[in-house]
C-alpha cells in the first residue's frame, strides 16, 4: 500500500486554503499546466513513504505511537505563499507557508528518524513544512498567478492546534489521490 505520515488541517484553515486555490485557479484554469489540490489533499506530509508492507505499517503505528506520547499539543499558524523552486527557476510546487517556531520541524526529525531505524532512506531535502496548492506540469503562461504569490508572502490562513499526526493511505486515481485514514496519534 502507498502511505505517508502528516498533520491533516483542520476545516477551518482546509476552507481558506481552497478558497485561496480558487483564486488562484481563475487567474490561470487549464488543469494541463496546473494540478490544483483538492480540499481533502491538504495537509502538512511529513514523511512521505511509498509502497509499504503491512508488517512496515505496524511497525510505523507502533513508532508513531512512542513518538507522539512524548510531544506536547502545540500551535501553527498557515501565513504565507511561495514557490519551490525560489525564484530563478521554473517552478515545480506552489505552497502556502507554515509558521510554529521549529515544533514542526523537530516532530518531523524525530518521525524521520524513526522511520530511518525501520529501514526506510532518510529523505535527503531539509523539511521545509508547506501545504501544497498546486504543481506545476508546463510552466509557460504563469506570470498571473506568480505575481498573486509574490503579493500574498504575508498573506494568513489561519490558525490550529496540532493535536495527532495521521498515517494515510493514498490510492492514486485517474481523478486524483484518495486518502483513507489507517492510524492517527495523538498528542499530549
Do not use: C
Not at 480558487?22 to 495537509?43: A, D, E, M, T
Not at 517552478?91 to 509558521?99: D, F, H, N, T
Amino acid at each position: 500500500m502507498r502511505t505517508f505520515i502528516a498533520v491533516d488541517m483542520s476545516e477551518s484553515i482546509k476552507s481558506q486554503v481552497q478558497e485561496y486555490i480558487l483564486s488562484l485557479k481563475n487567474l490561470h484554469p487549464n488543469p494541463k499546466q496546473v494540478k490544483w489540490i483538492r480540499s481533502s489533499g491538504i495537509h502538512i506530509t511529513l514523511k512521505f513513504l511509498g509502497e509499504i508492507s503491512d508488517n512496515e505499517a505496524e511497525a510505523m503505528i507502533k513508532g508513531l505511537e512512542s513518538i507522539v506520547e512524548q510531544q506536547n499539543v502545540f500551535s501553527l499558524s498557515v501565513k504565507g505563499t511561495g514557490r519551490f523552486p525560489p525564484q530563478g527557476r521554473f517552478p515545480r510546487v506552489l505552497w502556502a507557508g507554515i509558521e510554529d517556531g521549529g515544533k514542526l520541524v523537530r516532530l518531523q526529525a524525530r518521525i524521520e528518524d524513526m522511520a530511518s531505524e525501520i529501514g526506510f532512506q532518510k529523505e535527503k531535502r531539509d523539511f521545509h513544512p508547506h501545504l501544497t496548492l498546486g504543481r506545476i506540469k508546463n510552466p509557460s503562461n504563469l506570470d498571473a498567478v506568480l505575481s498573486r504569490l509574490q503579493e500574498d508572502q504575508s498573506k494568513n490562513f489561519g490558525e490550529m492546534k496540532v493535536e495527532k499526526v495521521t498515517f494515510f493511505r493514498s490510492i492514486l486515481k485517474p481523478t486524483g489521490a484518495e486518502y483513507s485514514i489507517l492510524n492517527e496519534s495523538t498528542l499530549k
